[in-house]
């Protein structure tokens, strides 16, 4: 048996797949001693690649987003009024007798007339009242303090000068006594 094919052959059940170039032909063989085989032409097909295929993608599990939540406390209540002149006096605040003099001063002219009277207004206001009193302030626009102390002796030697509000100015010299961060008397006279 003599057969003579071009490519590669492989015999299968009578039948003959020549493979080349990207075509398969088939072609049906028969073997007779001394002939050439007969070939069928079949049409030629050109062979497709196999579609790509796609694994599913993974099923994954996202944890769903957290929430942080934050607890404001409520506010806090308003405290009531305090009263406008203090029934009793305040603690003192200062250790030094020129500091409270000087704090006295400095708080009538803030117009902070109830932190001055609870500094020793009270003890200065010759007993008209607080009313009084702070009315007897009423036109000055602010006070300048030089003041001296005997250390230790709760005794200052003040000279203040008083700007009024239409522009004149008073001034004063005194001795202030202050005692438990309180002045608790004075002696001051005006001197123009």
């Known amino acids: 048996m003599n057969w003579t094919t071009k490519g590669v052959a492989a015999l299968a059940t009578g039948t003959t797949l020549f493979c080349g ?14 002939t050439a085989p007969a070939a069928a032409a079949a049409p030629a097909r050109t062979a497709t690649p196999p579609a790509a295929v796609t694994p ?7 944890p769903a987003p957290t929430k ?20 009793a006096p305040v603690q003192p605040q200062f250790t030094s007798s020129i500091a409270v ?9 803030d117009r902070n007339y109830s932190a001055a009277w609870s500094l ?15 009315a007897g302030y009423g036109t000055t626009a602010s006070i300048t303090l030089y003041s001296q102390s005997d250390w230790g002796s709760g005794k200052v030697t003040s000279y203040l000068s008083a700007l009024q509000s239409d522009g004149t100015t008073r001034t ?21």
Do not use: E, F, R
């Open 68 to 87: 942080t939540i934050y607890v404001t406390p409520p506010a806090p209540q308003a405290l009531p009024p305090q009263p406008v002149a203090p029934a």
């Open 21 to 34: 170039m990207g075509t398969v032909t088939a072609m049906a063989l028969t073997s007779h001693h001394g």
């Open 56 to 62: 599913p993608a993974p099923k994954t599990t996202v």
């Open 101 to 109: 003099v000087s704090q006295y001063y400095q708080d009538i002219t």
């Open 120 to 134: 020793g207004g009270s003890n200065l206001s010759g007993g008209v009242g607080y009313d009084a009193w702070v």
């Open 172 to 192: 004063y010299y005194g001795t202030y006594y202050v005692s438990n961060g309180v002045i608790t008397s004075a002696s001051i006279a005006q001197t123009s």
